[in-house]
C-alpha cells in the first residue's frame, strides 16, 4: 500500500481527530506533519491489518510533537521578551534619581539592575554572579514590580 493511498484513504479519519484535539489553527499544519510521517515510516508496517491502530498512533505522535513546540515557543518568546526588557527611568538622571532608584533596592538586587543597565544579559549576569540563571530573572522580575510601584504611585 502506498503511502499516498492511506493519507487519501484516511483523510476523514485523520482531519476529524485532528480537530478535536487541536484548536490553535494549526490544523493543515498539523496533516501536512502527518502526512510526512506516513510516507517516512510507512515502511515500518508490518501487518496491513493494524494499519487504522498504527495510523492513530502516528496522529497522535504528531499532535503531541505539535503541542510540544508550540509550548516552547511560548516559553522562548516569554523569556527573550523578559531578557530584553528596559527599564525607563525618569528623564532626570541626577545622583539624586539614582539614590531613590537603587535605594529602593535590596544589595542583590541592585548588582542585578546595575549590571542589567549597563548592558549585560541575563547569561553573562548569571555566570558573573555564580546564580542560577532563574534566580538573575527573578531578580530582575522582583526589582522591575517594585519600581513600577514606587513610580506608579509617584504618577497618581
Not at 22 to 43: R, T
Request: hydrophobic content about 40%.
Amino acid at each position: 500500500m502506498k503511502a499516498a493511498d492511506v493519507i487519501t484513504e484516511h483523510e476523514l479519519y485523520i482531519r476529524k481527530i485532528i480537530h478535536a484535539r487541536v484548536w490553535d489553527g494549526f490544523e493543515d499544519d498539523i496533516f501536512q506533519n502527518i502526512a510526512l510521517a506516513v510516507v517516512k515510516s510507512l515502511p515500518t508496517l508490518r501487518d496491513d491489518a493494524f494499519l487504522k491502530t498504527w495510523l492513530t498512533r502516528v496522529i497522535y505522535n504528531q499532535i503531541a510533537q505539535h503541542t510540544r513546540n508550540q509550548y516552547r515557543w511560548v516559553r522562548n518568546c516569554a523569556c527573550m521578551a523578559e531578557q530584553y526588557e528596559t527599564i525607563y527611568l525618569p528623564d532626570d538622571h541626577s545622583s539624586l534619581v539614582r539614590e531613590e532608584v537603587f535605594g529602593a533596592l535590596t544589595d542583590k538586587q541592585r548588582v542585578v539592575l546595575e549590571l542589567f543597565l549597563d548592558g549585560w544579559r541575563f547569561n553573562a549576569i548569571s555566570e558573573k554572579l555564580g546564580l542560577p540563571y532563574e534566580q538573575v530573572r527573578s531578580r530582575y522580575r522582583r526589582v522591575v514590580e517594585r519600581l513600577q510601584k514606587l513610580y506608579s504611585k509617584e504618577i497618581q
